[in-house]
């Protein structure tokens, strides 16, 4: 329940923002270096200079959890102690403390109060789960949720939170902050949505413009000879693919970081990189649309080496947009510009290879365009990943393969996405649809047919499909690899690896969709 009023000690207030655990079958920790976080802590900071503490609960351990009840149907497909190239996910886990230990650690604290950020709404159980239970163990600490994972369904948070603030942490949070300075803390409304327009939390909430917002940039996983670095540079995209959610909490409109204040940023947070002193700095930009302004990411990229020459050699200064370059916005020419300037990998946003079902995403693309590129960049010597996504609106058996039959004709490997929904998305406007629909359905890894144009065994066969096709382009294998990869090309089917008594053993995955095996491997993908 929330509490009838909120009342903060301004002046001396101190503030907990955390990122509750995280629950899914796998987690990216080389670029999960806490962004939204980090950056709300600092506007928190800024507008009403209040203390905080920052707590990224998913990297403080895991543990495999039950499976819950409405993810039942995922059992015909998960095999015991599978493992290997070719296997699918095998465990539930948790990624961070029990709920019982979070909570012990905020409470040791003492903050007065508590900031969630959720990065996707997916995640959304264990986050409202640990807000009942800061009410019992923290009554009166007043709790605040905001985050992407928020802004796409508010209304879901609402009974859970003292306020909900949907949208770019810039508006809704800094007006949040400087609201409870001038009402001394009380009477805070639940939703404050930022100047929002109508009656429902969240509707018409207004977006940054260029200059409102930093360049976001942090360090994730690190070792005694790398460190990984996440960037953002940009909010907003004027693409209208109907499959990304990115619109739902930046809006359409591209803006981005200034070149002099990325530099100001860098220098600002100096002393984090300095850490890192001699090692390969491996940067990663997250942004999916810096090459609408092709100038602007060379000029960001000489801008990034030049401030990270001053720790290691030019040559350990690399780059990559791991979530995914807009091929059709790309030359050989501009391809061979960004691998003279270090960038170590090419991960291309395909989509799907069939018209049909990338015109009915508002998607554009042109298979021989892109295999050119590939072709290309393998003559440098550039490893390329090509992502496409199962389970789209238009979406077939027969098409998926299409996909998969053009990774395995061309250079790089394959990366595949199941389609999952998110509430807000075109189809799912309504977001009444997910009243009772649990979050974690809409991971996915939740392999959930949400189109209905594949069937939950289509989409994992062509998840296996895609891990199979990737161990065939594998050049070093291991010995127990070459003798799987010699068996399924004998016998054209799909096998696994799977640990019995500390010894790997090959085996054959439960519930396989015939159909699409027999399609991909009449193909002969294997030369």
């Known amino acids: 329940m929330k509490q009838d009023s909120l009342l903060f000690k301004i002046g001396t207030m101190k503030a907990a923002v955390i990122i509750p655990p995280v629950e899914d079958f796998y987690f990216t920790h080389h670029r999960f270096a806490a962004l939204g976080a980090l950056r709300a802590a600092e506007i928190i900071e800024s507008s009403g200079n209040i203390e905080t503490e920052t707590i990224i609960f998913p990297l403080r351990g895991k543990k495999q959890i039950p499976l819950p009840r409405y993810l039942e149907y995922l059992k015909p497909y998960l095999m015991e102690g599978e493992t290997g190239s070719c296997s699918f996910f095998s465990v539930l886990r948790r990624y961070g403390p029990s709920l019982d230990e979070c909570s012990r650690i905020i409470k040791k604290i003492q903050p007065d109060a508590v900031f969630f950020s959720l990065f ?26 905001g985050g992407a994972g928020i802004s796409v369904y508010p209304e879901f948070f609402s009974p859970f939170f003292d306020s909900v603030l949907p949208g770019e942490g810039e508006i809704g949070l800094r007006k949040f902050i400087l609201d409870m300075k001038e009402n001394n803390g009380r009477n805070i409304p639940v939703c404050s949505a930022a100047d929002a327009g109508g009656e429902e939390c969240g509707k018409g909430i207004r977006h940054t413009e260029e200059g409102d917002f930093r360049l976001s940039v942090n360090t994730a996983k690190s070792d005694k000879f790398s460190v990984n670095i996440s960037a953002l540079l940009s909010r907003g995209c004027d693409k209208r693919c109907r499959f990304c959610s990115n619109f739902l909490t930046h809006g359409r409109d591209f803006r981005k970081v200034p070149p002099e204040a990325v530099r100001a940023e860098l220098e600002r947070k100096k002393n984090i990189f300095d850490l890192h002193r001699g090692k390969k700095y491996f940067i990663n930009f997250e942004d999916d649309n810096l090459l609408i302004d092709k100038e602007y990411f060379f000029n960001i990229i000489d801008i990034f080496t030049d401030f990270f020459n001053e720790f290691t050699e030019l040559d350990k200064i690399l780059f990559s947009a791991e979530n995914g370059l807009d091929y059709n916005l790309l030359t050989k020419d501009l391809c061979g510009k960004l691998i003279e300037r270090n960038f170590r990998q090419f991960n291309f946003t395909l989509g799907s290879v069939s018209s049909s079902v990338i015109s009915g995403e508002k998607r554009e693309g042109s298979s021989r365009h892109l295999s050119e590129l590939l072709k290309y960049i393998d003559s440098r010597s550039v490893p ?29 490997i394959s990366g595949i996405s199941m389609f999952y929904s998110v509430p807000g998305l075109p189809d799912f406007s309504d977001t ?63 096998y696994t690896q799977v640990k019995r008594n500390k010894k790997i053993m090959i085996a054959r995955p439960p519930s396989i969709n015939k159909k699409m095996e027999d399609l991909f491997f009449s193909y002969n993908p294997s030369g």
């Open 120 to 145: 996707a709404y997916c995640y959304a159980e264990p986050a409202v789960e640990l807000a009942a239970l800061l009410r019992k163990t923290m009554p009166g600490v007043p709790l605040i949720a």
């Open 384 to 412: 390329a990943v090509s992502y496409f996504i199962a389970g789209l609106k238009n979406d077939t058996p027969e098409r998926v393969v299409e996909s998969l039959v053009f990774i395995a004709e061309n250079p790089g």
């Open 432 to 494: 009444a649809y997910f009243r009772n629909i649990a979050p974690g359905l809409l991971r996915g890894s939740s392999a959930y047919p949400w189109n209905r144009s594949l069937s939950t065994e289509e989409l994992i066969t062509a998840f296996r499909i895609s891990r199979t096709l990737n161990l065939f382009k594998k050049r070093e294998k291991t010995i127990q690899d070459s003798i799987l990869v010699e068996k399924i090309k004998k016998e054209k089917k799909l």
